[in-house]
């Protein structure tokens, strides 16, 4: 009964955020939604992480499985693929440097000017 | 006979097969090239094909599937939520880079992608490829990508910057725990924060955050700019 319980919970949220996103007049994705309502009702008390401490464990660790079927449709597009190889292959490799770059280095800025702003007011 | 492939029980057991051979070879060669995800969609996408079995009866069972990736991206939530107090001590760092990294990532696809002439379609698949695949499948698809090449994309950008990680960190000179996490995150999702996670608590947490933080942002700014 409890893993039941759980899986209500998670799927209730669901499907409220489902319905958000029909009222919403922007193309907000449903699975964002409930990712936010669940942290609002995590952070508000409204939901205890024991509440769905083993089904949100079980869909966390498992997490990658359910892309599967998505990624196997892949199978419906490989001539896409295949005239594109190369172009794809650079650009994932050339913007994992660029993003990660860019990252490290506004966050080294951050720090830094925290710091200062620190270091001004004493 | 070719109608028993129709039952959901079909894409379902040979999902689960092959997604745990992969966890199974990953485990003995300890290769992050060996992501358990990548050979299951590997494996069985040359069962469907070798036995001339139609996507459409094997998604019978992989719609089902496929209707766990909501709930599982909305626990993401769980995951933010736990480390709720580094994301509080660390707020405008994390809320910086994440938002740098994210518009740093689209941008630099999109201008590739304008480079290498590629169309809006495979363009639109490629702009979410450093956020979580929930995410990214949404983003891909609210755009008019093709969500398959997202999923492919995804999963290569994170076994690269799992296995890019370390020498980047030693190439832009990072020797801050925090910088390094969400950096890691930002731009190579979960697959980049198991590795994140061998470095250390700090980098591993911290590149956990990123992935949310990452994917709200992402979303946010692909709504107001394409």
Sequence with gaps: MKIIKQFGIIFSLCWIATVIERLLPIAFPASVIAMLLLLICLMTGVLKIDHIREKSDFLLANMAFFFIPAGVNVINYLDILKANWLPLLLICVITTVITFAATAYSIRLTIWLLGRRKGADR | MSDVFSSPFFGIALSILTFWIGAKIQKQLKSVICNPLLIAILLTS?????????????????????????????????????????????????????????????????????????????????????????????????????????????????????????????????????????????????????????????????????????????????????
């Design chain 2, 46 to 226: 040359v069962v469907l094909l070798a036995f001339d079995i139609p996507y459409e009866s094997y998604n019978e069972g992989g719609a089902i599937i496929n209707m766990f990736l909501t709930p599982a991206t909305a626990c993401l939530a769980v995951s933010i939520y736990t480390k709720i107090q580094i994301l509080k001590e660390n707020c405008i760092p994390i809320v910086v880079g994440c938002t740098v990294g994210s518009l740093a990532s689209m941008g630099s696809v999109w201008l590739l992608c304008r480079l290498f002439g590629l169309d809006e379609a495979m363009t639109a698949s490629l702009i979410p490829k450093s956020i979580t695949t929930p995410i990214a499948m949404e983003v891909c698809q609210s755009h008019g990508g093709i969500v398959p090449v997202t999923v492919i994309a995804v999963i290569f950008t994170g076994i690269l910057g799992s296995i890019l990680a370390p020498f980047l960190i030693r190439l832009f000179r990072v020797d801050n725990p925090v910088t390094a996490g969400l950096a890691i995150g930002a731009c190579s999702h979960a697959v980049g924060t198991s590795r994140a996670l061998e470095l250390g608590e700090t980098e591993g947490a911290m590149s956990g955050l990123a992935i949310g933080v990452c994917g709200i942002i992402t979303v946010v700014v692909s709504m107001i700019l394409l």
